[in-house]
C-alpha cells in the first residue's frame, strides 16, 4: 500500500511511524486514520518488530480530528453512532497492539491527538508539547475514548476539570499528573524515545506481550478476576521457551538470548 499520509522507517527492531499532515497540523482524516490502521497491520505481520514509536515529527504530534473535513458531513443519529463505534475500534487496535507504542510528542496533541496518545502505553513528551481535550468548546464531547481514558489515567477529578473548561496544559503539567511519562528537550526527543524503544526490543517479548494484557485486560476487572487472570498469563509465560532461557542465564550469570518462543 502506497501512503500519503504517513512516513514509515523501520530501524532494526524499531518501527517509526510519522504521521504527515504538515498543513493540517497532522489532523486525522479519515485518509490518514484508514493509512494508520493498515501500517499497523504491516507492523503486526513483521516478526523482527518489537517496538513501535508513533509521532509527528517536531511542529505537532496532532491537531485531532480534521475538523474542515467534517465540517460538510451530514449523518443520521443511527448512522453517526455507528460511525463512532469504529473510530472506538480504530484507536482500541493500537491500544491492544501486541507490541509496545511509545509516543513521541512534540507540539499540540489535542482532541483526536490527545485521544491517540493515550491509547500508546508510553508517552515521551517535548517541552513544546501541549495537551488538550477542548470539544466541549465547540458542543461536542472527546468520543474517541477521552472521557475514559483520561479519568483512567490522571484521575476523576483532574480529568473532569480538563474536559469541562476544555483548557489546554503544557508538557510540564502533562507530566505532573502522570499524562505522560518523562519530558526532554525538542532536539532530544527522538534520541530518548528511540533509546526507551530499545531498551524494550531487548526485553523478552513474550513477557512484554503478556505483561500488557495483563495490565490492559486486568485494569477493566475486580480485582479478584484481575489476580486469577494474571495467575493465567503467568502460567503460560512458565511453560515457554524464554523463561527457561531465563533461568539458566540467570544460574549461569550470562545474558539471555530470546527468541519469543
Not at 504517513?6 to 511511524?17: D, P, R, S
Not at 467534517?70 to 507490541?99: D, G, V
Not at 485494569?219 to 503467568?234: C, F, G, R, V
Request: proline share 4%; hydrophobic share 40%; net charge neutral.
Amino acid at each position: 500500500m502506497k501512503y500519503e499520509t504517513i512516513l514509515f522507517e523501520k530501524e532494526g527492531e524499531i518501527a517509526a511511524v510519522t504521521l504527515n499532515r504538515p498543513n493540517r497540523l497532522n489532523a486525522l482524516s479519515f485518509r490518514l486514520k484508514d493509512e494508520l490502521g493498515a501500517i499497523f497491520d504491516e507492523i503486526e505481520r513483521d516478526e523482527d518488530i518489537k517496538v513501535v514509536i508513533l509521532t509527528g515529527g517536531k511542529k505537532a504530534f496532532s491537531a485531532g480530528a480534521d475538523i474542515k473535513e467534517r465540517s460538510t458531513m451530514e449523518t443520521t443519529q443511527p448512522q453517526a453512532y455507528f460511525n463512532q463505534l469504529k473510530s472506538h475500534a480504530f484507536y482500541t487496535k493500537i491500544e491492544n497492539f501486541e507490541k509496545p507504542v511509545i509516543a513521541a510528542i512534540s507540539g499540540v496533541a489535542v482532541g483526536g491527538g490527545c485521544e491517540l496518545a493515550m491509547v500508546c502505553d508510553l508517552r515521551i513528551a517535548s517541552e513544546t508539547a501541549r495537551f488538550g481535550l477542548p470539544e466541549v468548546n465547540i458542543g461536542v464531547i472527546p468520543a474517541a475514548g477521552g472521557t475514559q481514558r483520561l479519568p483512567r489515567l490522571i484521575g476523576v477529578t483532574r480529568a473532569k476539570e480538563l474536559l469541562y473548561t476544555g483548557d489546554f496544559i503544557d508538557a510540564q503539567e502533562a507530566f505532573r499528573i502522570g499524562l505522560v511519562n518523562r519530558v526532554v528537550p525538542v532536539e532530544n526527543l527522538m534520541d530518548e524515545t528511540k533509546a526507551l524503544a530499545q531498551k524494550l526490543a531487548a526485553k523478552p517479548p513474550l513477557s512484554i506481550k503478556y505483561l500488557k494484557r495483563a495490565i490492559n485486560i486486568g485494569t477493566q476487572l475486580d480485582l479478584s478476576s484481575a489476580l486469577d487472570y494474571e495467575a493465567h498469563i503467568a502460567a503460560m509465560l512458565t511453560c515457554s521457551e524464554d523463561r527457561k532461557e531465563g533461568f539458566v542465564a540467570f544460574v549461569e550469570k550470562r545474558k539471555p538470548v530470546f527468541k519469543g518462543r
